[in-house]
């Protein structure tokens, strides 16, 4: 709850367990202190009611709705970057994992991070809880299908690094030993593959 109120994101309210210890909350009510937050206190028992089956540190914030960048936005903030890094993740459903690769990710100064649209998580309170509240610092993820995420900066100079799992092929159709062919990367830029 400490990044979410250090960042640009609007938290709505902070709910207290009242059995917290006055100096160990202090960072947060100073911090919502700062930015105009409502303060609320309850009994922890209460807490998990509000919070259903996700465990709590005993306190709880409500807030807007995530905000992610337009296929627009993303292309201005590369645009405005000497050397972005640009993180592509598509098929990433497990909430656990897409935190984890966030605060990983959010370590080594990533420029943007996009998602797929369609068949992968969201963010949400586990990512945001997982990611060690990374999520509210880097650049907001684009939705977007990750074959459309570059294509306006097709005739910039990047250059695309690619980090492939090889799966085995379904069809009978078979390539490389079964796997599949390494011609699925449809972008005419110049890549590395890992």
């Given amino acids: 709850m400490l990044e979410a109120l250090r960042s640009a994101q609007q938290v709505l309210r902070v709910t207290l367990g009242r059995e917290l210890e006055q100096k160990s909350i202090q960072a947060v009510l100073?911090?919502?202190?700062?930015?105009?937050?409502?303060?609320d206190?309850?009994?922890?028992?209460?807490?998990?009611?509000?919070?259903?089956?996700?465990?709590?540190?005993g306190y709880v914030a409500e807030l807007t709705d995530y905000r992610y960048l337009?296929?627009?936005?993303?292309?201005?903030?590369?645009?405005?970057?000497?050397?972005?890094?640009?993180?592509?993740?598509?098929?990433?459903?497990?909430?656990h994992n897409?935190?984890?690769?966030?605060?990983?990710?959010?370590?080594?100064?990533?420029?943007?991070?996009v998602i797929a649209e369609k068949g992968g998580a969201e963010i949400n309170a586990t990512v945001a809880k997982t990611s060690a509240g990374a999520v509210f610092h880097c650049a907001p993820p684009a939705t977007t299908t990750s074959t459309t995420a570059l294509e306006p900066t097709r005739s910039s100079a990047l250059t695309l690094s690619v980090?492939?799992?090889?799966?085995?092929?379904?069809?009978?159709?078979?390539?490389?030993?079964?796997?599949?062919?390494?011609?699925?990367?449809?972008?005419?830029?110049?890549?590395?593959?890992?």
């Avoid at 100073?30 to 303060?39: H, I, M, S």
């Avoid at 206190?41 to 540190?57: D, E, F």
């Avoid at 980090?163 to 005419?188: A, C, D, E, Q, Y």
């Fill in 70 to 95: 337009t296929a627009d936005d993303l292309f201005h903030l590369i645009s405005e970057t000497s050397r972005p890094l640009i993180l592509i993740l598509d098929q990433i459903q497990d909430t």
């Fill in 163 to 194: 980090f492939v799992s090889i799966m085995p092929r379904v069809s009978s159709k078979t390539h490389n030993n079964g796997m599949w062919p390494l011609t699925f990367i449809p972008w005419g830029f110049p890549f590395n593959l890992y």
């Fill in 41 to 57: 206190y309850m009994p922890k028992a209460k807490l998990q009611i509000l919070c259903g089956a996700v465990v709590h540190q």
């Fill in 98 to 113: 897409l935190g984890a690769i966030i605060r990983t990710a959010e370590s080594a100064a990533l420029t943007a991070l």
């Fill in 30 to 39: 100073t911090l919502c202190d700062k930015k105009g937050v409502a303060v």
